[in-house]
């Protein structure tokens, strides 16, 4: 011992030498420390082969659960296919159930044989050595209308199984964003905005505006009331027989030239017309096509003069319309004053989809 740790301590540099008392002080303090050392890495050591013992536990633990459960859903499976019917005492003429064969027992639940030549009574909601139970595997309760039946026994709210949901978006009453539209209590729903697809492929927002349903009942959207309760009826657009939408989007202008006589072509609904300011002599009349492919034969237009900076063009003249056709109408322009005038007319239209049948 004396020849260690004179060993250890020739490897320092010399110091002052030292009485034999503070020798012996300062021996016991470097094996005190020593040991001191060994102690604490034993302690580390052993609480570092603790944790590894844990991780090996757990692991071990996490296995055998997921073998069970694997074990548990093999037996299901075999036992689903080897579904005998309800248990008997006499099956295969005695012999007995065979490994894996499965019986619904008198108490209503299933059991999976663990043996070959099985004579043996399962003993209720208990795993022997002969039969392990299970709770279901008649293949009957797995039908669509069985499964249905169980789901809507959980289904809603926090359910887990988001059938309270369409395309993750829930029912509302009221306008919320991303939401279902649903009946209240009373049969109605609330909106916001009201978006309708035309044939032309353009989709109009009708906030604000009017739309003509199938009672023929006018119904302003968001002018001076903040809810619209629709009853019956259904919403009429340009591919069906009765009424329009209106607004921003559906109407035009178009300006005639060079002569008053020139067709004019603007395919919307509504709009203002701007005629030629060519001469229409006094007493006079001018016909010209109106080419529109939102007319039909069935359908009637209306027309209008507008306002001129000086007056009303209805002073001095009358518009009306001559004939209706697919695709086009004949208007025609009267002079009814006095003298000849070289105006260009202005006139609102409005086709006013019609049927006759």
């Not at 001191?36 to 052993?46: A, D, I, M, P, W």
């Not at 005639?256 to 006589?261: E, L, V």
């Not at 001095?316 to 006095?338: H, R």
Request: with cysteine.
């Amino acid at each position: 011992m004396i020849r260690k740790i004179i060993q250890l301590i020739s490897n320092y540099p010399l110091v002052s030498a030292r009485t034999e008392e503070q020798f012996y002080e300062d021996m016991e303090a470097f094996v005190v420390h020593g040991a001191n050392t060994t102690v604490n890495e034993k302690n580390q050591l052993r609480i570092e082969i603790n944790n590894t013992v844990d991780d090996i536990n757990a692991a071990v633990e996490d296995i055998t659960t997921k073998t069970a459960t694997a074990a548990q859903a093999s037996i299901v499976a075999q036992s689903a296919a080897n579904y005998k019917g309800d248990w008997s005492s006499n099956y295969n003429n005695g012999q007995g159930y065979s490994l894996a064969h499965s019986v619904t027992f008198t108490d209503g639940f299933n059991y999976v044989s663990k043996i070959n030549n099985n004579t043996t009574s399962p003993v209720s909601k208990t795993n022997t050595a002969q039969w392990n139970w299970i709770e279901s595997i008649n293949p009957d309760d797995y039908t669509s209308a069985k499964l249905l039946t169980k789901i809507k026994e959980v289904d809603g709210t926090g359910s887990g199984l988001d059938a309270d949901l369409f395309h993750d978006m829930p029912p509302s009453t009221v306008p919320l964003n991303n939401s279902i539209v649903q009946r209240d209590g009373g049969g109605s729903s609330g909106f916001t905005t009201v978006f309708l697809k035309q044939g032309k492929g353009i989709s109009q927002d009708i906030t604000n505006k009017e739309i003509l349903w199938a009672d023929q009942s006018i119904i302003s959207i968001g002018w001076d009331f903040d809810e619209v309760r629709i009853k019956g009826g259904r919403i009429l657009t340009t591919t069906t027989p009765i009424g329009h939408v209106s607004g921003s989007g559906v109407g035009g202008t178009a300006i005639q030239s060079p002569d008053k006589a020139s067709p004019i072509t603007l395919n919307k609904l509504t709009g203002r017309i701007t005629l030629s300011n060519s001469l229409l002599a006094s007493k006079s009349v001018v016909s010209f096509k109106f080419f529109n492919n939102m007319v039909s034969k069935h359908d009637i237009p209306l027309l209008a003069l507008n306002d001129t900076d000086g007056g009303w063009f209805g002073s001095n003249y009358n518009i009306y319309i001559v004939n209706v056709s697919d695709g086009f109408f004949w208007c025609t322009l009267e002079n009814k004053s006095t003298v000849s005038l070289s105006e260009a007319v202005s006139f609102n239209f409005e086709i006013i989809k019609g049927a006759n049948s």
